[in-house]
């Protein structure tokens, strides 16, 4: 074997190895895009979960100071 087809073997394989690796970056791009949606949609539903129970924690308060209220009128009559 010859120093140019040995030259010529070594570049066929370099451009099938940045082939391989162009195609690895494509996915990676690709997944990292669905991953940062789906963060995303985490956050938001994370977000969602806390204005819920911050309301529902609103409503359990002003629910009982009402109740003691209300308790506390009808025993006065």
Do not use: C, P
């Amino acid at each position: 074997m010859t120093h140019e087809e040995l030259l010529a073997r070594v570049d066929e394989r370099q451009q099938n190895m940045d082939e391989k690796i162009d195609a690895i970056l494509e996915q990676t791009k690709k997944t990292n895009g669905r991953l940062l949606m789906a963060e995303d949609s985490i956050s938001k539903l994370n977000l969602w979960k806390a204005q819920v129970v911050g309301s529902l924690k609103t409503l359990l308060i002003v629910g009982g100071i009402l109740g003691a209220i209300i308790t506390w009128f009808i025993d006065s009559l």
